[in-house]
């Protein structure tokens, strides 16, 4: 009774083994696609980015929460339109706050028939020494 007992733990047990690698990939639910590993940002905790197109004018918006130990935070955002196979940035909108977050909302005139996309760079500072600062790019995609 003892042995049949170990055995059956036993195969419980490697049967265990095979199922946790095999779970434990983080999968992005949108693609079903194995995601990479993904940058730990020490003291940006989030960020966000959006470009909305209504009657030729683009409202470009951004912005970071960071830790509260950070004293300031910059962002640079810029609003970039696909034209002869590359990027051309046609804006640039900076903005500065001097507390753990920040953001940024402005407008501009764009034109039909092109592909935009906002790429924003955005810095954490403590006590005036920059401590962190990534870059991210949302796709607005094609302007009918």
């Not at 001097?98 to 909302?105: C, D, E, K, P, R």
Request: contains cysteine; hydrophobic residues 35%.
């Amino acid at each position: 009774m003892k042995s049949v007992f170990h055995k059956y733990i036993i195969v419980l047990f490697c049967a265990f083994c095979l199922v946790i690698p095999w779970s434990s990939y983080p999968v992005d639910a949108a693609d079903n696609q194995k995601i990479g590993v993904q940058p730990f940002n020490l003291y940006i905790s989030s960020t966000s980015e959006s470009v909305s197109i209504s009657n030729g004018i683009a409202t470009c918006s951004s912005s970071i929460r960071s830790t509260t130990n950070v004293t300031e935070v910059i962002i640079v955002a810029k609003l970039q339109k696909y034209q002869n196979g590359s990027w051309i940035t046609q804006e640039t909108f900076t903005e500065t706050s001097y507390t753990y977050y920040g953001a940024l909302s402005k407008t501009c005139a764009v034109e039909h028939g092109y592909s935009y996309r906002l790429v924003t760079t955005y810095q954490a500072v403590v006590n005036g020494l920059s401590v962190e600062t990534i870059t991210k790019t949302y796709n607005y995609g094609l302007y009918l």
